[in-house]
């Protein structure tokens, strides 16, 4: 009898004993994935010692928490402590070199960022895209095709990389080329495509490869405004301009800029008027604009008028009018 209690107490505790420490191990992972969670946004968010606080304080930390306090780190411009930490880690995943190449080039760091991906004892797609992506960033175009050539795997990024760099460094051709060759292309490859010819003043090009584009997205949109603004067809680009669905602040400035360079003073107004009316938020670039359109303005019109247009479009809201006054012959 004293046997058969025994027995069936062991049966009822130890069900409870695993499913108490079950339940532990969850709510600890849970913690530690909601702190990892807070750390990063803490870092995007720019509290950067809000994050180390949280960090310090965590009882058990894992990968995701030290790759999460690395990135913060050289997110908010302190690459010192990124790479103190980096190498303070007690496990590393390829996620954290990764992150380390990311933080050598956003700080400039471009050798620096080849030696640590030499240095990763595994690499992915990931890690090739981030060394082609800043080796085109810094103009290093003959590194960036070693890279690509030596990747054993391509993704749509890769060749996407390789189609801007190529367009930036003037070598359209051959950014069509490799263009031609993606088996996928997605809206950025398109855009990329697109912009390098507009950059490279070879409008009709654009055009043709803007018409054949499946699904249009605004960037692709301002890069065919510009065009047609950079040829003097700005009855063209309005249309363009017409036709997007959702602008944003590039795709207004790209028109008003336009308009100012063109000879359009009193449109390219009109439309900031527009521009602010419509809720958008300007920029600087914004400024600079209709600044522009003024001055063109201030040919055909004198002082008190060219004061009356810029307080009826808000730049007074930017600067004070005495000093825009200044901008002006």
Not at 76 to 92: G, V, Y
Not at 205 to 229: H, Q, S
Not at 316 to 327: D, G, L, V
Request: aromatic share 10%; glycine share 4%; net charge neutral.
């Amino acid at each position: 009898m004293l046997k058969f209690f025994l027995s069936s107490q062991r049966s009822n505790l130890f069900p409870s004993l695993s499913l108490l420490l079950r339940h532990s191990h969850f709510h600890s992972s849970s913690n530690v994935l909601n702190h990892n969670l807070e750390i990063a946004a803490h870092g995007r968010a720019g509290r950067i010692q809000d994050a180390r606080k949280l960090f310090d304080q965590m009882p058990s930390r894992d990968v995701v928490s030290w790759n999460a306090i690395i990135t913060a780190y050289w997110q908010n411009n302190d690459f010192a402590e990124s790479r103190k930490l980096f190498d303070l880690m007690p496990l590393r995943n390829i996620v954290s070199w990764n992150s380390m190449i990311a933080a050598c080039f956003h700080n400039g760091l471009v050798d620096e960022a080849l030696q640590y991906f030499l240095k990763m004892p595994a690499r992915n797609v990931a890690s090739y895209n981030a060394v082609i992506s800043g080796f085109v960033r810094f103009d290093r175009m003959d590194d960036a095709v070693r890279i690509f050539e030596a990747m054993p795997v391509r993704n749509v990024i890769s060749y996407t990389a390789m189609v801007d760099g190529f367009a930036r460094n003037g070598k359209v051709d051959k950014a069509r080329e490799l263009f031609d060759q993606m088996l996928e292309k997605n809206v950025v490859s398109w855009t990329v495509m697109i912009s390098g010819y507009v950059e490279n003043e070879r409008f009709e090009d654009a055009r043709k490869l803007f018409d054949e584009m499946p699904e249009k997205n605004v960037i692709a949109f301002t890069a065919m405004i510009t065009g047609y603004c950079k040829e003097g067809r700005v009855n063209e680009a309005r249309r363009m301009f017409d036709g997007i669905k959702q602008k944003d602040v590039v795709s207004w400035n790209a028109m008003i800029s336009g308009y100012a360079h063109n000879g359009y003073g009193e449109e390219a107004l009109k439309l900031h008027i527009q521009m602010v009316e419509s809720g958008m938020k300007t920029d600087h670039a914004t400024l600079i604009a209709v600044l522009t359109s003024c001055s063109t303005l201030a040919l055909l019109h004198q002082g008190k008028q060219i004061h009356a247009i810029v307080t009826k479009t808000s730049i007074c809201t930017t600067w004070r009018i005495s000093e825009s006054s200044s901008f002006f012959p």
